[in-house]
């Protein structure tokens, strides 16, 4: 079978959603473009400089890789959160993206939450359970890696936040927000994100038009090796995810292309909406956390995260600040 691009190599897969036959090479420029025009979209030619949270997988790889191709390095760089949860250290998958990341010429920027919030995912967990407090792993961790990206972000002087967030993510998401009904959470969403905080450092998803699949066979046919570890909180994690996933993965199987049209038409939907949002909400900033200085929400005076440190007892709680609930 005959490549359907360059009619010259042969075909090595199949790509249900254009219903094309492609060789290996013809495949990563796909991608390669694909991930090219979104960048253009969102705004990744005008930034001078690209922090990219990367965690060791796959997704990670791809997104380095295929910005790097069309690029200047010395624009982007990046950077890994150690949580600290036990049995699940990463270590090795981040030192063979870093190596990855060297040949790239692109600086990886190790941190964690021992390190920045002085304990560990784990301690944190613990000392939840032992206030009797059993707020899940995954609002921890979600919220403080927020924190922590956006302080590296600034502190590196970048214009933007790239995630690693692929296509099947991506679609998942907004069914669940659509599910929740929660309107204003899936409007900032959208491809082009809301700047509410002049210190919130914006959060783009140059993969978000890319199949989870694909960002795999990407990653494999560049050579990186990577195993998929599950988190240990895996069963913390909200089942609703799983169900809209498989949901998804069935409907994308009678009708390739469907995950795509689906995030394709909420842009297109979210725009309008946007533009509404921002101008009812005129240019009025987020409040600042008066412990650690971050964006919180409208009407908050110290920031969830503060809030659960806390109700766990690792921040000192002071009169001074409205009550907590
Ligand atoms: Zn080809
Ligand atoms: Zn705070």
């Not at 190790?110 to 407090?133: C, P």
């Not at 990186?224 to 240990?232: A, G, H, K, T």
Request: glycine residues 6%; proline residues 3%.
């Amino acid at each position: 079978m005959i490549c359907d691009v360059c009619r010259l190599r042969e075909a090595e897969i199949y790509q249900p959603h254009t219903g094309r036959k492609l060789c290996r090479e013809c495949f990563i420029q796909d991608i390669r473009d694909r991930v090219k025009q979104e960048a253009e979209k969102i705004g990744l030619s005008r930034a001078r400089k690209i922090l990219l949270a990367v965690s060791g997988g796959k997704d990670s790889f791809t997104l380095a890789d295929t910005l790097a191709s069309f690029m200047d390095h010395n624009r982007l760089i990046a950077m890994n959160i150690v949580e600290g949860i036990h049995g699940y250290n990463r270590a090795e998958q981040v030192q063979e993206l870093k190596r990855f990341l060297n040949e790239l010429g692109i600086e990886l920027i190790e941190t964690s939450f021992a390190e920045k919030e002085g304990a560990t995912l784990d301690e944190m967990v613990n000392r939840s359970r032992a206030t009797g407090l059993n707020v899940s792993a995954c609002t921890f961790c979600g919220g403080f890696r927020r924190k922590i990206i956006n302080q590296v972000a600034r502190d590196v002087n970048a214009d933007l936040v790239a995630t690693g967030h692929n296509l099947d993510d991506e679609a998942q998401t907004i069914i669940i927000n659509l599910i929740r009904g929660d309107l204003i959470r899936l409007i900032r969403f959208g491809d082009v994100p809301i700047k509410l905080s002049n210190r919130f450092v914006l959060r783009v998803k140059p993969l978000r038009k890319i199949y989870e699949w694909e960002t795999t066979m990407y990653a494999y046919y560049k050579g990186y090796s990577f195993q998929e570890v599950e988190c240990p909180y895996i069963s913390q994690r909200p089942t609703l995810r799983a169900k809209v996933r498989d949901l998804l993965y069935m409907v994308e199987a009678v009708r390739p292309g469907s995950l795509l049209k689906l995030v394709e038409e909420f842009d297109k939907i979210a725009e309008d909406y946007r533009r509404m949002f921002v101008a009812s909400i005129g240019e009025k900033e987020l409040p600042t956390c008066k412990i650690c200085g971050e964006p919180t929400s409208y009407g908050r005076e110290i920031c969830k995260n503060c809030e659960l440190l806390i109700k766990i007892g690792l921040l000192k709680y002071d009169q001074k600040y409205l009550p907590i609930s």
